[in-house]
Nanobody, 114 residues
Framework: QVQLVESGGGLVQPGGSLRLSCAAS????????MGWYRQAPGKERELVAD???????HYVDSVKGRFTISRDNTEKMVYLQMSSLKPEDTAVYYC????????WGQGTQVTVSS
């Protein structure tokens, strides 16, 4: 049974940092490119960062230099280190594969506000 469980969100002031975690189970994790997505109120879900099976990473322009994605194939975990957070980063964050999609997890809410 495929399961993606995101955690680590919260309320943070502008300029602050958060580290999101995603625990994956029921998937061949080491051979799947994974990504972090976010969905802000009234907007479509977007891919903000992804990491390939070899560790290559890609970021949407709006988060480059501020977010870092990483993975632990042994633990089947994907992480998103977020720094210099801005109010426009407020969204529910999800992890999923890059090509095709597993069932979505519940996501983790990130709110950037003073």
């Amino acid at each position: 049974q495929v399961q993606l469980v995101e955690s680590g969100g919260g309320l943070v002031q502008p300029g602050g940092s958060l580290r999101l975690s995603c625990a994956a189970s029921g998937i061949p994790f080491s051979i799947v490119a994974m990504g972090w997505y976010r969905q802000a109120p009234g907007k479509e879900r977007e891919l903000v960062a992804d990491i390939g099976t070899g560790g290559d990473t890609h970021y949407v322009d709006s988060v480059k230099g501020r977010f870092t994605i990483s993975r632990d194939n042994t633990e089947k975990m994907v992480y998103l280190q977020m720094s210099s957070l801005k109010p426009e980063d407020t969204a529910v964050y999800y992890c999923n594969r890059v090509t095709g999609k597993y069932p979505w997890g519940q996501g983790t809410q990130v709110t950037v506000s003073s």
